[in-house]
């Protein structure tokens, strides 16, 4: 399926709108194409979903207690041989 | 003059090298060995470290170079993913047209889809996505271009999206597409 070019531009665009970096002209035709494209929207809310769940996911794992003691040795012991 | 030891520049970005290490070797005991292994080579070259520039990405940079190196032989190749077969984007008579099945995944299903994807893929949505780092430190730390960084993180997203997808509709959090409507 090819996509319309008006699509492919918005969604190539979803990105930067999320980051804060799509020009103001380019943002307000993003947003009237979003408006009019049920495919778009749905796409963004998808990715948007999904990257909720990404970045909910790391919130759960971090650096074991003893990978970070380990380390400190490791640092502490570099800093004895200089 | 701020404080630009080794402890104070590597420490805070501990739990960001364990995440993806964990994520490029996919075992908690090979992500603590490699990360180990970074931080041992980072100090010895912390000589070669320009005071100023990103400790993140230049740790990010040692991490990976290891894991390609001396760890991706060993680790499992993941199975059953075409990167060629990009999923679709959901099409308007989607029955969850909002992806709200997204958040009724648990975090080991999400985490095993993103282990399934092929490493280049991985790698950068695991930056990205989880880690929240800017493509152009994404790029220094992969040494890529910056339009490469977008074009895998475009591909990346929709594989995972197609894969979380057959999965939740082979669990029945979500219906599945029928043939007539794709
Ligand atoms: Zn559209």
Redesign the interface.
């Known amino acids: 399926?090819t996509?319309p070019a008006e699509c492919e531009t918005a969604?190539?665009q979803l990105?930067a709108w999320r980051?804060g970096t799509l020009p103001a002209e380019e943002l307000a035709s993003m947003q009237t194409h979003l408006d009019a494209c049920?495919?778009?929207?749905?796409?963004k809310?998808?990715?948007?979903?999904?990257?909720?769940?990404?970045?909910?996911?790391?919130h759960?794992?971090?650096?074991?207690d003893?990978?970070?003691a380990?380390?400190m040795q490791?640092?502490a012991t570099?800093s004895r041989d200089d | 003059m701020p404080d630009e030891s080794f402890e104070s520049s590597a420490l805070p970005h501990l739990d960001t090298l364990y995440r993806v290490a964990l994520r490029l070797t996919g075992e908690p005991a090979a992500a603590q060995d490699l990360v180990q292994d970074t931080m041992l080579r980072a100090l010895r070259a912390w000589g070669s470290f320009r005071p100023g520039s990103n400790a993140r990405a230049w740790l990010v940079t040692i991490l990976r170079n290891q894991f390609i190196n001396g760890w991706r032989s060993e680790k499992r190749t993941p199975v059953g993913v075409d990167v060629d077969a990009i999923p679709e984007p959901p099409d308007p008579k989607d029955p969850d047209p909002e992806g709200r099945f997204f958040s009724e995944l648990v975090d080991d299903e999400v985490l095993h889809a993103v282990d399934g994807l092929p490493d280049e893929f991985r790698e950068v949505l695991v930056l990205s996505d989880m880690e929240g780092l800017p493509y152009a430190e994404i790029a220094e730390s992969l040494d890529i271009p910056v339009g490469t960084v977008k074009s895998r993180l475009f591909r990346a997203r929709r594989i995972l999206q197609g894969s979380l997808r057959r999965y939740a509709e082979s669990t029945g959090l979500i219906p599945p597409k029928s043939a007539e409507e794709s």
């Open positions: 399926m996509l969604l190539a990105d980051r049920r495919r778009c929207l749905s796409y809310c998808h990715e948007d979903a999904l990257l909720d769940r990404l970045s909910n996911a790391k759960n794992c971090c650096c074991p003893e990978l970070r380990a380390i490791i640092i570099g």
